[in-house]
């Protein structure tokens, strides 16, 4: 039986525990995904760094360091037969709920500790979209296109393609 | 060492600065025992600190973050932290912040301790 939570089409689903020990796996995972995808190096980086740092915002602020909560990562190739890469990563919880638009990194000008998390998530992520879930908890869609996918495509939030 | 963490940080004086060296990964787990010794540095009330990251592969925001919160440490101090041998993969996160002018940068170690 398929979790409700877990996306059925999905090429990749994981559920892990809100515990830190395991976010460096995950990036990992995403990481050697993302390069057999043909995505280049720094890409790849980018698209690791993004998973990261949506675990890391979700265990510090959404579970409140509490270790023992879920975790749904979805993943899928974009264009899987088109022969040029893209991905799209969804990351769901089971967390206290906030309005998306107040889902925002702090200004960069104002240098201190914390708050990074999100403006590095829209930076290095193509289109980038939190939502309430049904039933409690924020689903995060992130998606990273190829540089040939870029011209002319939506782009919901994030810095767009060529940023 | 706490479950899953795989940071290992070398700590030394050298002349007039004391030396921070990680030497792993720096996430949400390391962030904290990297913080312990870069308070330990303060602490020395030396007057220099580099933080050498020559063998840092990785760091994402909750690493950042405690340089930001020891940059503030310093300033306090007035003392000079200085951070030595970034990779171009941590060096991209900090640009991504556009905190790579706001803290003073050297290639290498030895360029951080040369510095005037």
């Known amino acids: 039986m398929t979790h409700p939570t877990l996306k059925p089409d999905a090429h990749i689903r994981v559920e892990l525990l809100s515990n830190p020990t395991y976010t460096s796996g995950m990036k990992d995972l995403v990481h050697a995904v993302a390069k057999r995808l043909g995505f280049a190096e720094l890409d790849c980086g980018h698209i690791a760094l993004a998973v990261d740092e949506a675990l890391c915002n979700i265990m510090t602020h959404g579970y409140e360091q509490r270790m023992d909560q879920p975790i749904w990562l979805s993943l899928w190739p974009l264009d899987p037969d088109g022969g040029k890469p893209g991905i799209k990563i969804v990351i769901e919880d089971r967390a206290k709920q906030i309005e998306p638009e107040k889902i925002r990194g702090r200004e960069l000008q104002d240098v201190k500790p914390g708050g990074l998390g999100v403006h590095v998530i829209r930076e290095v992520m193509d289109e980038v979209v939190y939502e309430k879930r049904d039933g409690g908890g ?24 060529h940023g | 060492m706490a479950e899953g963490q795989t940071l ?3 700590f030394e004086t050298q002349g007039q600065a004391v030396v921070v060296s990680p030497q792993g990964e720096i996430g949400y787990s390391e962030a904290t025992v990297f913080r312990t010794w870069l308070r330990k540095a303060h602490d020395s009330k030396s007057p ?12 994402n925001t909750p690493g950042v973050a405690t340089l930001v919160e020891s940059l503030q440490i310093s300033k306090r101090n007035k003392t000079r932290l200085i951070l030595a041998g970034m990779n171009e993969k941590v060096f991209a996160i900090f640009k991504i912040a556009r905190l790579d002018t706001v803290f003073e940068i050297a290639p290498t170690l030895a360029d951080a301790l040369a510095k005037q």
């Open chain 1, 138 to 161: 924020m689903r995060l869609t992130m998606i990273k296109h190829s540089p040939a996918h870029c011209a002319g495509g939506p782009v919901v939030g994030g810095k767009g393609c």
């Open chain 2, 8 to 10: 290992q940080v070398g």
């Open chain 2, 48 to 59: 220099r600190i580099v933080v050498d990251l020559a063998k840092v592969d990785y760091m």
